[in-house]
């Protein structure tokens, strides 16, 4: 079946512009995780979604980023007044209901000029 | 708070030599280590999950295998395919619901 999808693949955009990200899980997984990995770093984790509410947003680095998952399914991680250090690969990762394993996405690189 | 550490942070190796990746953990109650594999500009590849100390798991030719202290990811005969950079995660009791990465191993493998 269909993995878990993100677009766009990349983002190039511009000091204090707004930028969405979005993610499309496996089919039926009900968790969802969004994680950001700068160069030559591990993933850091930012957000886990149960179902449509945030279960833990204790991750997100401060209020300029939020993240919705409205229906269940598609998430979007929203992010205002980018800066430089925002740049990183934004990945998402979707997991079964009672499974830890998490199945990742190919990632959004965003570049903030 | 959760830290994982990773050694070496590259390795380089002849096809066919053996090795061990390690990943130390510090950790609140282990709700799980994951071993995943990332090849340049893709997501990790799940490959293990282990729960408790004395647990091993293999793939192909990976071994993977928990202490309370650390993991090891043992590869065998390996081949340039399996040239990648491999993560090491934890997911604890405590904290975060997500998980805690190291920052990875960079395996070169030359054939």
Known sequence: ?113 | EDQVTQSPEALRLQEGESSSLNCSYTVSGLRGLFWYRQDPGKGPEFLFTLYSAGEEKEKERLKATLTKKESFLHITAPKPEDSATYLCAVRSGGGADGLTFGKGTHLIIQP
Not at chain 1, 34 to 47: A, T
Not at chain 1, 60 to 68: G, K, Q, S
Not at chain 1, 81 to 106: H, I, K, M, W
């Open chain 1, 1 to 113: 079946g269909a993995g878990v999808s993100q677009t766009p693949s990349n983002k190039v955009t511009e000091k204090g512009k707004y930028v969405e990200l979005r993610c499309d899980p496996i089919s039926g997984h009900t968790a969802l995780y969004w994680y950001r990995q700068s160069l030559g770093q591990g993933p850091e984790f930012l957000i886990y979604f149960q179902g449509t509410g945030a279960a833990d947003d204790s991750g997100l680095p401060n209020d300029r980023f939020f993240a919705v998952r409205p229906e269940g399914s598609v998430s979007t991680l929203k992010i205002q007044r980018t800066e430089r250090g925002d740049s990183a690969v934004y990945l998402c990762a979707s997991s079964q209901a009672g499974y830890n394993e998490q199945f990742f996405g190919p990632g959004t690189r965003l570049t903030v000029l």
